[in-house]
């Protein structure tokens, strides 16, 4: 079975500065996706940045962007100027494309932006 | 837009009462999940549907059931409710697609349960 770690519960940083949330997991499949998804205190579930295995490339979304080391099994979250607006809970995930692509979570890293 | 919606966005009951948690989806999607949120042990997956009225276990499905009579609704019921089952419940469903192809869950607003 996949496991999602995220050891951060808490961050803190100032505006404008950079924030990076750390995320391993453990699988023994080849091909998979992994995911941080974003939820602000409104509770909604937003999707931040998507990674699939079988690319090299990091995956980047505008100020957002992750460092996907496949061999090391570790998925971490950079957000660049972080503004007023990224403060949330952030969750990693995983999803095996195969069957019914159940996702895994992680126990989320609760981020504040101060002003 | 795809839309998720919950019946409820805050639920207080009691021990011993059964409780439902109603979800629907208007984007014809084939799965439906239902996952329990708690601190520090972010997202758990109860139940999920691939098709009306399938249905397979999550890995805390216990106290729990569900029902999928309409590709649209996924219904998530506590046949008795117990304190430990305070919790936020949050519905999500994705196209089936391609095996191996990848399909976005959306989720919806939760519902916070709280059991007296």
């Known amino acids: 079975a996949q496991t999602v770690t995220q050891s951060q519960p808490e961050m803190s940083v100032q505006e404008a500065e950079t924030v990076t949330l750390s995320c391993t997991y453990d699988t023994s499949e080849n091909n998979y996706y992994l995911f941080w998804y974003k939820q602000p205190p409104s509770r909604q579930m937003i999707l931040v940045i998507r990674q699939e295995a079988y690319k090299q490339q990091n995956a980047t979304e505008n100020r957002f962007s992750v460092n996907f080391q496949k061999a090391a099994k570790s998925f971490s979250l950079k957000i660049s100027d972080s503004q007023l607006g990224d403060t949330a809970m952030y969750f990693c995930?995983?999803?095996?494309?195969?069957?019914?692509?159940?996702?895994?979570f992680g126990q989320g890293t609760r981020l504040t932006i101060n002003p | 837009d795809v839309k998720v919606t919950q019946s409820s966005r805050y639920l207080v009951k009691r021990t011993g009462e059964k409780v439902f948690l109603e979800c629907v989806q208007d984007m014809d999607h084939e799965n439906m999940f239902w996952y329990r949120q708690d601190p520090g042990l972010g997202l758990r997956l109860i139940y999920f549907s691939y098709d009306v009225k399938m249905k397979e276990k999550g890995d805390i499905p216990e106290g729990y059931s569900v029902s999928r009579e309409k590709k649209e609704r996924f219904s998530l019921i506590l046949e008795s409710a117990s304190t430990n089952q305070t919790s936020m419940y949050l519905c999500?469903?994705?196209?089936?697609?391609?095996?191996?192809?990848?399909?976005?869950?959306?989720f919806g607003p939760g519902t916070r349960l709280t059991v007296l």
């Open positions: 999500a469903s994705s196209f089936h697609g391609i095996s191996g192809a990848y399909n976005e869950q959306f």
């Open positions: 995930a995983f999803m095996s494309p195969q069957g019914a692509q159940k996702l895994v």
